[in-house]
Every structure is written in C-alpha cells, then in structure tokens.
C-alpha cells in the first residue's frame, strides 16, 4: 500500500512557476513508478509526467514538454513536479499517482487527493 499527498498547489499569474509535491508513506515507495496526472472542470483526466522507480527513465505530455520537469527523491519518499511558464490552460486539480507500471494512462493503483493549480492570465 502506498499513501500519497500533494501539495504546492495556489494561484500564479500566467508566465509564474510553482512546484508541487508528493508525499509518499509505504516502505516499497523506491519500487514504484510515479505519475502527475491533472484534471480540469468537464474534461477527463489527462497524463502530465511520469518517472520509473530511480527516476532514468522519464515521460512528458507533449502539452507541458520543456516547462514541467519531474523529480523525485526516494529517500524522503517524495516526487515532485516543477512547473515553469504557466499557460492559463495549465488550470486544473493536479493528482500524484503510484503504480508498479511505467505508463502513461490513467491506470495507477494508488491516487492522492490532488492539489488546485490555477494559473491567471
């Protein structure tokens, strides 16, 4: 079983960086692939990153490639995501997910409760 909650969520104006986190409880957390997912109102919820276990191996949407950067930390159970040159589309409640799997699909098996990031024009 693996915990996970987010934070670093709030409003910046468009151009402005914010960078979320991930805590993560479990022992087997350096054995799981992370994922950022996010979601806004009336839309499905859509990849943004992902990293393996040692984080080698990394993916990005095409939407956040060269501004988004993921990271984490096994030692302190942490994944975070930087987020630079924030778009206004960039709104919406981002998630942190866990699964054994590098994928880049909604099918993770452990979710956190998702952090609001809104970016004004």
Do not use: H
Not at 7 to 17: K, R
């Amino acid at each position: 079983q693996v915990r996970l909650v987010e934070s670093g969520g709030g409003l910046v104006q468009a151009g402005g960086s914010l960078r979320l986190s991930c805590a993560a409880s479990g022992r087997t957390f350096s054995t799981y692939a992370m994922g950022w997912f996010r979601q806004a109102p009336g839309k499905e919820r859509e990849f943004v990153a992902a990293l393996d276990w040692s984080g080698t191996i990394t993916y990005y949407a095409d939407s956040v490639k060269g501004r988004f950067t993921i990271s984490r930390d096994n030692a302190k159970r942490m994944v975070f995501l930087q987020m630079n040159s924030l778009k206004p589309e960039d709104t919406a409640v981002y998630y942190c997910a866990a699964d054994t799997r590098l994928v880049r699909t909604p099918n993770y098996n452990f979710w956190g409760q998702g952090t609001q990031v809104t970016v004004s024009s």
